[in-house]
Nanobody, 124 residues
Framework: QVQLVESGGGLVQAGGSLRLSCAAS????????MGWFRQAPGKEREFVAA?????????TYAGSVKGRFTCSRDNAKNTVYLQMNALTPEDTAVYHC????????????????WGQGTQVTVSS
């Protein structure tokens, strides 16, 4: 069992930056692929980023965030991060992290474990 708690959301002006954190409890954090997805009001859940287990040498990003967002992990702290730069109002959403032993499950929004999310609001 893995429990995930996100933090770091807030209100930021367009062009600004935020760094989200996702703290995981449970065993063998380093073996899990991790990722982020978001959901805006009235919209479907959207994949944002994923990072492989272990050292996190592999990442995948949605086209809408590539070049602006960076996903990383610190296995010693059982934490995964999402650095978000050049934010736009279209990035406004609740951001959730996810964990799964299968990387493809994260990319396909089928992660076994999900956090409650943190709100990100970008003003124009």
């Amino acid at each position: 069992q893995v429990q995930l708690v996100e933090s770091g959301g807030g209100l930021v002006q367009a062009g600004g930056s935020l760094r989200l954190s996702c703290a995981a409890s449970g065993r063998s954090f380093s073996t899990y692929a991790m990722g982020w997805f978001r959901q805006a009001p009235g919209k479907e859940r959207e994949f944002v980023a994923a990072i492989t287990g272990g050292s996190g040498g592999g990442t995948t990003y949605a086209g809408s965030v590539k070049g602006r967002f960076t996903c990383s992990r610190d296995n010693a702290k059982n934490t995964v991060y999402l650095q978000m730069n050049a934010l736009t109002p279209e990035d406004t959403a609740v951001y959730h992290c996810a964990a799964d032993t299968g990387y493809i499950n994260i990319v396909r929004l089928r992660g076994a474990y999900w956090g409650q999310g943190t709100q990100v609001t970008v003003s124009s």
